[in-house]
Nanobody, 115 residues
């Protein structure tokens, strides 16, 4: 069974940084595309960043230049480096593993940006 476990969330001041991790198990990680999403209080879940199995990346306009997605296939892990965090980045962050119609979601990790 494929499982994703996120970690690295927490409380950070505006302007600070956090690195989220999402570790996959139970599958051959290398072939899958990976994505980070977030759901802010009272809002719909939205896409944040993507990385393909080949390493191509894409970002939501709201995080471009501040967030970086990367992957370490040897560790079956995808990362989201978040810099210059803003209060509006506060959300539960989820990772997603997907290929064609197959997808798996993690349980989410809370990120709170506040003084």
């Amino acid at each position: 069974q494929v499982q994703l476990v996120e970690s690295g969330g927490g409380l950070v001041q505006p302007g600070g940084s956090l690195r989220l991790s999402c570790a996959a198990s139970g599958t051959f990680f290398n072939i899958y595309n990976m994505g980070w999403y977030r759901r802010a209080p009272g809002k719909q879940r939205e896409p944040v960043a993507f990385i393909t199995s080949g390493g191509a990346t894409n970002y939501a306009d709201s995080v471009k230049g501040r967030f970086t997605i990367s992957r370490d296939n040897a560790k079956s892990t995808v990362y989201l480096q978040m810099n210059r965090l803003k209060p509006e980045d506060t959300a539960v962050y989820y990772c997603r593993l997907y290929l064609s119609a197959f997808e798996v979601w993690g349980q989410g990790t809370q990120v709170t940006v506040s003084l």
